[in-house]
């Protein structure tokens, strides 16, 4: 995979309210504004700026329920740590195991304070259907965890999945698990020997890479987020292991932060070795992009799955 970059409408322009399509990369007469959100809460506030955002929350339940139904001999529940959320569920494609061309572990988001593996089941479907093996990772919520807590969960459930079946293990998160798989490639990151010989591509989807901001926001009432947390639990202050493929993909209309930080990782890390590519997909969202991974033709299922190279 090349070390491609595909930048377009990434900067806020100063009113906050739209963007604009100049670059940094790009000469031109004019300086670009990089003004801070006047309202840190709604800059990442996505079900207030999503049409019928309450909708795509109420159905993923729903669809994660039945897809578990039409595949009953998924292997749920089992558990790589003591905690109650603290398990995964794995998903075979045709043949089981042994025909996987490798096993595709996914992290959800909810802002590390809602959701579970169980409402996400469905977005195994897209990879399932390309041959892969899809194990979908729950994890302990804030307040119950503080996000290290998380990010250590995170590692022990892929050092867990490193000893199952053969072939690449690649991980792919979306929001809040976007920032967990991320952190999975940083060096202060504990991985066992099978995991890290196996994993070879990371793919954050609308993931937040710089936690320093959030101190700001309400929600960290929950988080509790300090600032020495905030720079641990950063991936971009982090150093990398530079053997692993980094993609961070997000919607083009998603909230101007989250197309930021989608932009910030990639950039940081590409001066540390690590070949990465970024991208917006055209005409998706906060919410509507992590549905594509139903689709096993999907530009989202592509990047998971694409051979190296």
Known sequence: M???????????????????????????????????????????????????????????????????????????????????????????????????TGLAAFVHGGYWVALSKNDVSHLAGGLLARGWAVAMIGYTLAPQARIADITREIAAAVTALGDIGTGPLRLAGHSAGG??????????????????????????????????????????DLWRLDEDESVQESPVLQMPRSDIDLVCVAGAEERPEFIRQNALLPLVWQGL?????????????????????TDPRSRLCDLVAAPLG
């Open 179 to 220: 920032h967990l798989v991320a952190r999975m490639m940083c060096r202060d990151v504990e991985l066992g020997a099978a995991a890290l010989d196996r994993l070879d591509r990371v793919v954050s989807i609308s993931g937040l890479h710089d936690l320093r901001p959030l101190r700001a926001l309400a929600r960290n």
């Open 2 to 100: 090349g070390r491609l970059f595909h930048f377009s409408s990434i900067f806020q322009s100063t009113d906050q309210t739209r963007m604009n399509t100049l670059s940094p990369f790009v000469a031109s007469d004019m300086p670009l504004a990089f003004t801070p959100p006047a309202d840190p809460d709604d800059a990442y506030e996505n079900r207030l700026h999503i049409p019928n955002a309450d909708k795509h929350l109420s159905a993923w339940p729903v669809d994660a329920a039945a897809f578990r139904d039409r595949h009953t001999d998924s292997d749920c529940d089992r558990h790589y740590g003591d905690g109650e959320r603290t398990a995964c569920d794995l998903f075979l494609p045709e043949g089981g195991m042994k025909a996987a």
């Open 273 to 293: 070795g690590v070949p990465g590519r970024c991208q917006l997909l055209a005409g998706h969202n906060h919410f509507t992009i992590i549905e594509t991974m």
